[in-house]
C-alpha cells in the first residue's frame, strides 16, 4: 500500500522560508510518476504549487514560481517543498501528492494524496 | 489561466436520491478533467479522470460525462458516506487549476 506523509513545522513567520517534507512509502519514487504540493487555505479550494519528477525536473505554478524551490532524494524516498518570503496568505493545509495520467503513468491527476499537513503563518 | 466554476455551490440530497454537479470551464479542456470527492477533515480522494473513467476502486454509481467547457458528474443514488465537498480539476492548460468546489450535503 502506497503511503505519503508530510512532515514539517506547523508554524513559520512572516518573510521567512516554509519547509515540508513528503515520505513515500510503499512505493520507490525512482520508478515513475510526478511527486507534488496542493495547497488548501482554510475554507477554500485546492491550488496545485507545483510537481517534480525523479530526475529533479520540476513544474512550478507561475503564481508561486519566484518563491518557490522542490527537490527530490530518491535515496532517501521523498521530496521536499521550500517556499519563501512567506505571508499570512500562505496559510494552508498542505498536501502532497502522486501525479498520473489515470494509466500508471506520470501524469496530471493526483491519485495519492497525503493527510495534509496545517502551516499557519503568523508572527 | 483557466477557470473553472462549479455549480450549485451546495446542493442538498436524501440518501438514495441521484446528485448532479456541473463543471464549467473558462474555454475548451477537451476532456482533461478529473473529479475529487472530500469528506471532511480528510485529503480529497480521485473519483474520475479523463472527464468519464472512473479511478481505481471507485463504485459504479460516480459517473462522469461531458467534453470541451461543460462536464458533469453523476452520483446516481447517494450513500450516507458520498456528503462532503466534490471539486473538479483541469489539466488540459499550465497550470493546473480546480474549481470553487460543490458541497453536497444532507437534506
Known amino acids: 500500500q502506497v503511503q505519503l506523509e508530510e512532515s514539517g513545522p506547523g508554524l513559520a513567520k512572516p518573510s521567512e522560508t516554509l519547509s515540508l517534507t513528503c515520505a513515500v512509502s510503499?512505493?520507490?519514487?525512482?520508478?515513475?510518476?510526478?511527486w507534488g504540493w496542493i495547497r488548501q487555505p482554510p475554507g477554500k479550494g485546492l491550488v496545485w504549487i507545483g510537481s517534480?519528477?525523479?530526475?529533479?525536473?520540476?513544474f512550478h505554478n507561475p503564481s508561486l514560481e519566484s518563491r518557490l524551490t522542490l527537490s527530490i532524494d530518491t535515496s532517501k524516498n521523498h521530496f521536499s517543498l521550500k517556499l519563501a518570503s512567506v505571508t499570512a496568505a500562505d496559510t494552508a493545509v498542505y498536501y502532497c501528492?502522486?501525479?498520473?495520467?489515470?494509466?500508471?503513468?506520470?501524469?496530471?491527476?493526483?491519485?495519492?494524496w497525503g493527510r495534509g499537513a496545517l502551516v499557519t503563518v503568523s508572527s | 489561466e483557466i477557470v473553472l466554476t462549479q455549480s450549485p455551490a451546495t446542493l442538498s440530497v436524501s440518501p438514495g436520491e441521484r446528485a448532479t454537479l456541473s463543471c464549467r470551464a473558462s474555454?475548451?479542456?477537451?476532456?482533461?478533467v478529473a473529479w475529487y470527492q472530500q469528506r471532511p477533515g480528510q485529503a480529497p480522494r480521485l473519483l474520475i479522470y479523463?472527464?468519464?473513467n472512473r479511478a481505481t476502486a471507485i463504485p459504479a454509481r460516480f459517473s462522469g460525462s461531458g467534453s470541451g467547457t461543460d462536464f458533469t458528474l453523476t452520483i446516481s443514488s447517494l450513500e450516507p458516506e458520498d456528503f462532503g465537498v466534490y471539486h473538479c480539476?483541469?489539466?488540459?492548460?499550465?497550470?493546473?487549476?480546480f474549481g470553487p468546489g460543490t458541497k453536497v450535503d444532507i437534506k
Open positions: 501528492v502522486r501525479g498520473t495520467d489515470g494509466y500508471n503513468n506520470q501524469g496530471w491527476y493526483f491519485d495519492l
Open positions: 510503499g512505493f520507490s519514487i525512482s520508478d515513475g510518476y510526478y
Open positions: 517534480i519528477f525523479q530526475t529533479g525536473q520540476s
Open positions: 474555454q475548451s479542456i477537451s476532456t482533461y
Open positions: 479523463d472527464a468519464s
Open positions: 480539476q483541469q489539466r488540459s492548460n499550465w497550470p493546473f487549476t
